[in-house]
């Protein structure tokens, strides 16, 4: 099967890409990513035939490498947000075996971690991607990497250029840090929003806002009375609290309470607090994991503490009760709760390890 398609992958990988910009409704938008997409992929398939590597493969991760961005409109971690954007699509083609869909999607992630030499077609992207920058425009500022890569990369397609200037710049994936304090800023936007009484329906137009962050097609669906976390997930973007859609490595992507409960407790995090344990208490702009709250599940419910009274928590919530509707309610403190998250104002989400749980499932 795989065999009998393989001459067309190029073609109908273009194709899934111009469907999805058919969605977007600016027409100057879908003008930059064709010209920024097909650019890049003509320029990965020229760099791997001259370093003798499949240039169907590189075509296809240059294709795919800004999927999400194009797709939501969202520029934070091109790298892991796209990779996790189109692995599914991929995979449902059924014409890509699973090294190669390790292959595209590994070049893809690593797109922006130009300081770190990766495998032959993680290179390629990294390279095809600032050439197609110094293309569109010539006065960009490059980093001092990105100019060592820049020029070799030129040269091997046989251009010559005269000088390219040297600038730091700030990455996509970077956040700078603030002073503020972005808990009580991430409870402020969340009972904002709370007390507007979203409807989880698309007509909402908060709902929608909740929603962009997720590329599927169908995600209004798919959040349908379970959008509790990505409620979370919204404010905690919405506050400078930048995380990508999934941890790398994880199984499940922040839009699930349980993706919530595994960041919190990673080595580099251990954000994840027990209410009375060394002193703890909840307090506004903490975010609380509920316990077999609204069904036998263990995790089953998240919100975002506005206040901590006696026993008494006071939570900004997105479907609430599972009703499919935003709000701000009143909880028990004693009652069904595994746990506090209490996010560190100087946190910034930063990976530099290897990845496998991306194409596991």
Known sequence: MISHKKLKRVELVRTLVLETLHTIEKTSKNEEALFNLFGVSSLASLLAIRREQNSEIAAIAGLLHDFYFYKTGIKYFPGPN???SVRPILRSTQIFTDEELSVILRSIFYQNDKHQVHGPYEEIIKDAILIQMYVQNPEEFFSDIEINRLQKGLVELGIQIEHVEAKHK???????KGTEDRRLKLAEIAEALAVQRVMGIPEDEGYREICKYWPDSDIYKVLESNWCAAFVYYCCMQAGII???RYPNHSYRLAGVGAWLDWAQLPETNFL????????KPKRGDIVIFEKLLSDNSHDHIGIVLACEGNRLLVAEGNKDNKNFSSVVYRNREHCIYGYIRIDNSYQFHFEGDIYQLFLN
């Open 243 to 245: 995380l990508p859609i």
């Open 82 to 84: 796209s990779a996790d």
């Open 273 to 280: 607090y027990q209410d009375g344990y060394q002193g703890f």
């Open 170 to 176: 700030i990455n996509r994936g970077t956040i700078i």
